[in-house]
């Protein structure tokens, strides 16, 4: 269940599925993902039950998001582009991706020489994985839940986690667990929804005032609450980059996706230290101690 994209992302039922479209128009499976931005801090996560369902009915569809032009595929492929990045300065290794979905960055750490493991909680999104693999012998993937990894002590170089904490009812156990499967060395990349940025404190308004605009709550993160997370969890936090600038409101946004692409893009050039406040997104690297 990678979660959270160009807004943590939840789901109004569409009206079918994959017409795509431009020029504001949204494609069928925007659509069926709606809203991608999280709701407010402090709400009760929805049940696994439920989140499950969701993802399991949607994964057929889920890899689509990466694609095309827009607010939505750019906060995807901005957080790859970064993952990748980071990951790159690693000798070639084994990761596993919790919450995985359909494994889109598996094509990218393979490419890199990396070995890929995907664990979803959403059996469909891991059959899902197993299929975008097909034959390739360096990629596994496994139906499991983050809280409950079913893999041994210290048997991966690094660990990802994007996306996937805002929907956990418990978070402390899922960061546990990746420490326990990781190794002494190793790192973990960690994604999150800024709850300090501009635009989640706008849709948090907009949440206020539509609250079936994100049928599924995701809950948002300030730096120090994820860095008390972490050290609870014995992570040490070793890099914060910011990414998906986002300058305009969230219902313009949406029907200018174009515009809103290549303002966060060109927002993006610039240091992410000094405009923390316009990344909806955190992204985290962090160590065992």
């Not at 300065?89 to 990218?108: H, N, T």
Request: aromatic content about 10%.
């Amino acid at each position: 269940m990678t979660r959270n994209g160009y807004t943590p992302f939840h789901h109004r039922w569409a009206r079918g599925l994959r017409s795509r479209a431009y020029g504001g128009q949204r494609t069928r499976i925007s659509n069926l993902v709606d809203v991608v931005r999280g709701p407010i801090v402090g709400h009760k996560p929805p049940p696994y039950a439920v989140v499950r369902q969701v993802y399991d009915r949607i994964a057929p569809h889920y890899a689509e998001l990466y694609e095309g032009a827009g607010p939505l595929p750019h906060f995807y492929q901005t957080r790859l582009k970064l993952v990748s990045a980071l990951l790159k300065r690693r000798q070639p290794a084994i990761v596993l991706d919790v919450g995985s979905g359909p494994g889109v960055i598996g094509d990218s750490l393979r490419s890199l020489g990396f070995r890929y493991v995907a664990a979803d909680a959403s059996v469909a999104m891991a059959h899902e994985c197993r299929r975008r693999g097909g034959a390739d012998t360096g990629r596994f993937s496994a139906a499991a839940r983050a809280e409950a990894l079913p893999f041994a002590d210290a048997a991966f170089d690094a660990v990802t986690v994007l996306g996937v904490l805002e929907y956990m009812e418990a978070p402390e156990s899922a960061l546990t667990e990746c420490r326990r499967v990781l190794r002494p060395d190793g790192t973990l990349v960690l994604s999150l929804l800024n709850r300090s940025s501009l635009y989640r404190l706008l849709t948090r308004v907009r949440q206020g005032r539509e609250p079936d605009w994100d049928p599924i709550a995701a809950a948002q993160f300030t730096r120090s609450e994820a860095e008390r997370a972490l050290r609870s969890a014995r992570f040490e936090v070793r890099s914060v980059a910011y990414y998906d600038m986002e300058v305009l409101p969230p219902a313009f946004a949406e029907n200018h996706p174009s515009l809103a692409q290549r303002l966060a893009a060109m927002f993006e050039r610039l240091p992410d230290a000094v405009l923390w406040w316009l990344g909806s997104a955190m992204l985290i690297e962090a160590f065992p101690v």
